[in-house]
């Protein structure tokens, strides 16, 4: 009898192999996220939180040194200039036109590739899109300032039809970042276009509507979801930008402009500063929740 009671023991007391089975996937996935947590949590969302907690610190009139406290005067600052007003509106308004424009870009282009071209135009094509990420962003960069500059090829060539480019300033900016970041919207946007069915487009031609009506009422709202996708990159990269400005606006500042500027003369301005173009990002991923189309994505 205690010889069986012995065997019968052990038994209860080690974990059913059911348990063990998820023991050990919890383990492996502990083991496979942790990583990842550890770099947002430890490294990304602590930088934010830190960058919140600087601006709400003080600069020394005197010294120029940053002191920790507490303090509103950095965000009243920010909004009784002028300056910064005036710079976060155009800042924003860049953002939504390179966004626009990526979209006019990128969906007939999407159409052409995936319903038209040839399969060694479409492979010609994709290499000419995804183009721009092979290349350093300082080299795109200096690429577009000699584009545009006083001598430079778009002068060169449209020169003797008389016409001249926009030279360095903020349509530049637009279109060097639309070259920048276009391929973050045409390549979901040609993805999203390839998965339709050729039949709504049969169907479409054969009730009598024209290209425009069909790209309109078929293609656009089946591919919302991939423009929205698209946008969220053309918004935020663009919003986050400066180096475009710098080399390429002229006289044209945005918001990044004023953060770099501030760096190290007022960092508690920065910082706050900085709060800005992440209050944009969030208002418009709140607005496209609202419409639902982050769910189909």
């Known amino acids: 009898m205690e010889g069986r009671l012995s ?15 998820t023991m050990n996937r919890r383990a492996q ?33 005197f010294t120029s040194k940053v002191k920790p406290g507490f303090t509103l005067r950095n965000f009243e600052q920010i909004i009784a200039n002028p300056a910064y007003a005036s710079t976060s509106i155009r800042t924003l308004g860049i953002a939504l036109a390179v966004t626009v424009l990526s979209i006019l870009i ?9 319903k038209v071209a040839s399969p060694k135009l479409r492979a010609i094509l994709a290499v000419a899109i995804t183009l721009p990420l092979w290349a350093g962003y ?6 577009m300032r000699i584009t545009f500059t006083e001598e430079g090829f778009f002068n060169s060539m449209l020169g003797p039809l008389g016409i001249s480019g926009p030279g360095f300033s903020i349509v530049t900016v637009i279109l060097t970042l ?40 078929v293609v656009l709202p089946l591919i919302r979801p991939a423009i929205i996708a698209g946008s969220i990159f053309t918004f935020s990269l663009s919003l986050g930008d400066y180096i475009a ?18 760096i190290n003369l007022n960092p508690p301005i920065a910082a706050a500063f900085s709060l800005v173009p992440i209050a944009f990002v969030v208002i418009y991923l709140v607005s496209v ?5 982050l769910e189909r994505m």
Request: aromatic share 10%; glycine share 8%.
């Open 7 to 21: 065997q019968i023991r052990p038994s209860l007391s080690s974990p059913h192999p059911t348990e063990r089975n």
């Open 29 to 61: 996935l502990s083991a496979l996220l942790a990583l990842p947590m550890l770099w947002l949590i430890g490294i990304y969302i602590f930088s934010l939180v830190m960058l919140l907690v600087t601006a709400f610190w003080v600069t020394d009139p």
């Open 106 to 114: 990128s969906v007939p282009l999407g159409i052409f590739m995936a």
């Open 138 to 143: 300082l080299v795109k960069i200096l690429a």
């Open 178 to 217: 639309t070259y920048l970041w276009l391929p973050y919207m045409a390549v979901p946007v040609y993805t999203a276009i390839r998965q339709l069915p050729p039949n709504l487009f049969d169907a479409s031609a054969d009730l009598g509507a024209g290209a425009g009506f069909t790209i309109r009422t």
């Open 245 to 262: 400005a710098k080399f390429v606006g002229g006289s044209t500042q945005m918001i990044g402009s004023i953060i770099a500027s501030n």
């Open 289 to 293: 929740q609202r419409t639902g189309a």
